[in-house]
């Protein structure tokens, strides 16, 4: 039997610009092909008629699956951290966020 070779792990240098600009968002449309899921980050308001798609991130099925574990895994971490996220039930939480108001009735 031959030993199993330890595997070695490459570094790669990220570089973050200093002129980087964050984007808030809080709406997440999501479409896939065979070979690409596709993320559009959007910022919606409340009681807004529209909102702004301001990123559109593309990776493959293989990247969306491990970005998946690791959220999934900062999510636990903050949890233990900070205590559970709380979620709403019932309507969506687009439908609770962002509910546009009836128009107004007219009186005769």
Do not use: W
């Not at 895994?73 to 709403?88: D, Y």
């Amino acid at each position: 039997m031959s030993a199993a070779k330890p595997v070695q792990t490459k570094q790669v240098k990220i570089e973050l610009p200093e002129d980087l600009e964050p984007k808030y968002a809080n709406f997440f449309m999501i479409t896939h092909t065979p070979a690409e899921i596709i993320v559009d980050c959007a910022q919606v308001l409340p009681r807004a008629p529209k909102g702004r798609v301001q990123n559109r991130i593309v990776m493959t099925p293989m990247h969306a699956k491990l970005l998946h574990e690791v959220l999934g895994n900062n999510l636990s971490q903050f949890e233990s951290k900070f205590g559970a996220i709380q979620t709403f039930q019932g309507p969506t939480l687009a439908d609770t966020l962002f509910k546009q108001s009836p128009p107004p009735t007219k009186k005769e």
